[in-house]
């Protein structure tokens, strides 16, 4: 099992450029979710999906998109960056039968840098 | 609404010394889970432990400890001998009914041991 795989795991954007960050998870959960970290901040949510064709807004999704076709995959899509933007976004899931007790399984993260 | 607090912003020790990491809660769900999570230098995010609102029994796992206490809403950390492969931002997190299937972060601590 490979886990949660992100990709890129670096990128460099300029201000306006449009990107998607790819998510992808073996362990055929139904519950995924996008999380930026921010120094001092802790991770916050940006959208979070509970199966696949289901998405839904978490703390902080302007900006960004999401789409769940499939239960392994769910990218994050940059419409037009922003320096606010500049972060270390990760990928996560869990199991969605044990909703409450499951732990979230983390990809690598992906440290964007808009300029 | 639901928060996870971590005072500490960064603490440093010398090796071989104990150090307890706070974290306090705020929930209005009677069902909940609390999780630790470490995040190495490396930056990757891994699950250390969960316990759920219904037991209250402090669990310890070779030099780890923790204390939950749901009369004052805690749930702490202790590292014993801390060692240097120690070194880590440690947060906090809360998954609870009333959010979904979401988890809510506190800050992070930052923790430093020194050889």
């Known amino acids: 099992n490979a886990g949660v795989t992100q990709t890129p795991k670096f990128q460099v954007l300029k201000t306006g450029q449009s990107m998607t960050l790819q998510c992808a998870q073996d362990m055929n959960h139904e519950y995924m979710s996008w999380y930026r970290q921010d120094p001092g901040m802790g991770l916050r949510l940006i959208h979070y999906?509970?199966?696949?064709?289901?998405?839904d807004q978490g703390e902080v999704p302007n900006g960004y998109n999401v789409s769940r076709s499939t239960t392994e995959d769910f990218p994050l899509r940059l419409l037009s960056a922003a320096p606010s933007q500049t972060s270390v976004y990760f990928c996560?899931?869990?199991?969605?039968?044990?909703?409450?007790?499951?732990?979230?399984?983390f990809g690598n993260g992906t440290r964007l840098t808009v300029t | 609404a639901q928060k996870v607090t971590q005072a500490q912003t960064e603490i440093s020790v010398v090796e071989k010394e104990d150090v307890t990491l706070d974290c306090v809660y705020e929930?209005?769900?009677?069902?909940?889970?609390l999780f630790w999570y470490k995040q190495p230098p490396s930056g990757e995010l891994v699950f250390l432990i969960r316990r759920n609102s219904f037991d209250e029994q402090n669990e310890i796992s070779g030099r780890y400890s923790w204390n939950f206490q749901k009369s004052t809403s805690s749930f702490n950390f202790t590292i014993t001998a801390s060692q240097v492969v120690d070194s880590a931002v440690y947060f906090c997190a809360l998954s609870g009914d009333n959010y979904g299937q979401n988890f809510v972060f506190g800050p992070g601590t930052r923790l430093s041991v020194l050889p």
């Open positions: 929930t209005r769900d009677t069902t909940y889970y």
């Open positions: 999906s509970v199966g696949a064709g289901i998405t």
């Open positions: 996560a899931s869990r199991h969605r039968g044990r909703v409450l007790s499951s732990p979230l399984h």
